[in-house]
């Protein structure tokens, strides 16, 4: 359920909702085995009301179309099938997204702050955090013009750099790595061609692995006041094989051992292209900052990643996305439009 006038509606209509549910002992044995269960069980084992408990599982438990379709499921084995039939009523899917040629996207406001303890990462600052946007292919401005303006409407600051070699790559983002990190969260965005697992600097000949640019942020390698911070990296580019380079492995465990609280978003599967509109925007840009613009306002980054593969699932051209995390710990909302003076 995470298209807000709908999800507005069912806070509206809760109280009739609510008498159809029962917390019978099969229903909750189920719920330990629901998506959401690591973050909120043990929330939920502290509520001793049981109109309470009702409330908070059908708000946090439901916040998008999968996890609330669990509801649905767990509802129908606990033979509760009226509580199912309403609640799947108001998670019906979603129209797509029309995209806009623009440069500059409304981004929606937050109403509820999702920040700190053990649920959420600390974003409440103003400045949020930093981006470090690295544009490599000219005919892509409008795209690094748009996350720009997309960025600093969540309170980041951003620095754009154009057409950079691959060691002025490496060091930007080792200046970054070492040096002090008073914000909440940093993102490191690449905009241009790849191959190989590797990104091209500013020319077919100047290309680096991506593995050597996340490992600049593992644990021995940066600051102690950005180890704890979120990190998370965006790489918008072709990871084709040509077979000409020994093949490089994918970020995975073997080598991101030492990388915490990082999140990997890639444009494309590993092995395939990444598509280019025609009018200044790829095919996953389009998707990810209309998404950021609809969504961050109520879902985490998670979240916003599964909608932006859902909207490119509506493509002709299937690109698959792919989002790897690691010791990851908790969720990363974005919170625009609230903040805390620090």
Same mark, same amino acid.
């Given at each position: 359920?995470?298209?807000? #006038? %709908?999800?507005?509606?069912?806070?509206?209509?809760?109280?009739?909702?609510?008498?159809?549910?029962?917390?019978?002992?099969?229903?909750?044995?189920?719920?330990?085995?629901?998506?959401?269960?690591?973050?909120?069980? +043990? &929330?939920?084992? *502290?509520?001793?009301?049981?109109?309470?408990?009702?409330?908070?599982?059908?708000? #946090?438990?439901? +916040?998008? +179309?999968?996890?609330?379709?669990?509801?649905?499921?767990?509802?129908?084995?606990?033979?509760? /099938?009226?509580?199912?039939?309403? $609640?799947?009523?108001?998670?019906?899917?979603?129209? /797509?997204?029309?995209?806009?040629?623009?440069?500059?996207? &409304?981004?929606?406001?937050?109403?509820?702050? +999702?920040?700190?303890? &053990?649920?959420?990462?600390?974003?409440?600052?103003?400045?949020?955090?930093?981006?470090? $946007?690295?544009?490599? #292919?000219?005919?892509?401005?409008?795209?690094?013009?748009?996350?720009?303006?997309?960025?600093?409407?969540?309170?980041?600051?951003? @620095?754009?750099?154009?057409?950079?070699?691959?060691?002025?790559?490496?060091? &930007?983002?080792?200046?970054?790595?070492?040096?002090?990190?008073?914000?909440?969260?940093?993102? =490191?965005?690449?905009?241009?061609?790849?191959?190989?697992?590797?990104?091209?600097?500013?020319?077919?000949?100047?290309?680096?692995?991506?593995?050597? $640019? =996340?490992?600049?942020?593992?644990?021995? !390698?940066?600051?102690?006041?950005?180890? /704890? !911070?979120?990190?998370?990296? %965006?790489? @918008?580019?072709?990871?084709?094989?040509?077979?000409?380079?020994?093949?490089?492995?994918?970020?995975?465990?073997?080598?991101?051992?030492?990388?915490?609280?990082?999140?990997?978003?890639?444009?494309?599967?590993? *092995?395939?292209?990444?598509?280019?509109?025609?009018?200044?925007?790829?095919?996953?840009?389009?998707?990810?900052?209309?998404?950021?613009?609809?969504?961050?306002?109520?879902?985490?980054?998670?979240?916003?990643?599964?909608?932006?593969?859902?909207?490119?699932?509506?493509?002709?051209?299937?690109?698959?996305?792919?989002?790897?995390? !690691?010791?990851?710990?908790?969720?990363?909302?974005?919170?625009?439009?609230?903040?805390?003076? !620090?």
């Amino acid at each position: 359920m995470d298209k807000p #006038e %709908v999800r507005t509606r069912f806070m509206q209509n809760m109280g009739q909702f609510l008498p159809l549910v029962s917390l019978s002992p099969l229903f909750m044995t189920l719920l330990e085995n629901h998506t959401c269960a690591h973050n909120l069980i +043990r &929330t939920l084992q *502290g509520i001793t009301d049981i109109t309470a408990k009702k409330v908070f599982i059908f708000t #946090e438990f439901n +916040r998008d +179309r999968n996890a609330c379709n669990e509801l649905v499921d767990f509802l129908r084995r606990s033979d509760q /099938p009226d509580a199912a039939r309403e $609640l799947e009523l108001y998670n019906q899917s979603t129209a /797509p997204l029309v995209y806009s040629q623009d440069v500059r996207l &409304t981004v929606k406001k937050a109403h509820t702050f +999702r920040s700190g303890n &053990t649920r959420w990462f600390v974003m409440d600052g103003a400045p949020r955090g930093q981006v470090l $946007l690295f544009l490599q #292919e000219p005919d892509l401005q409008n795209e690094a013009d748009r996350f720009d303006d997309l960025f600093q409407k969540l309170y980041f600051s951003v @620095n754009i750099y154009r057409n950079s070699s691959c060691d002025q790559i490496v060091d &930007t983002l080792k200046t970054a790595s070492e040096g002090e990190f008073k914000k909440d969260a940093l993102i =490191v965005m690449f905009i241009g061609h790849g191959r190989d697992q590797m990104v091209q600097g500013n020319g077919p000949s100047d290309e680096i692995h991506i593995k050597k $640019l =996340v490992d600049l942020f593992s644990e021995n !390698k940066c600051h102690d006041t950005l180890k /704890p !911070k979120p990190k998370i990296f %965006v790489f @918008n580019c072709c990871r084709f094989y040509t077979g000409v380079n020994p093949q490089e492995p994918v970020v995975d465990r073997e080598w991101m051992d030492g990388t915490t609280r990082t999140f990997i978003c890639y444009a494309c599967a590993d *092995g395939t292209d990444s598509f280019y509109t025609g009018n200044g925007y790829t095919l996953y840009g389009q998707a990810l900052s209309h998404c950021i613009a609809e969504y961050a306002h109520d879902l985490n980054l998670t979240q916003i990643f599964h909608k932006t593969c859902d909207e490119m699932n509506r493509e002709i051209i299937q690109q698959r996305p792919e989002l790897i995390m !690691k010791n990851v710990d908790r969720d990363l909302y974005f919170n625009p439009g609230l903040y805390k003076d !620090k």
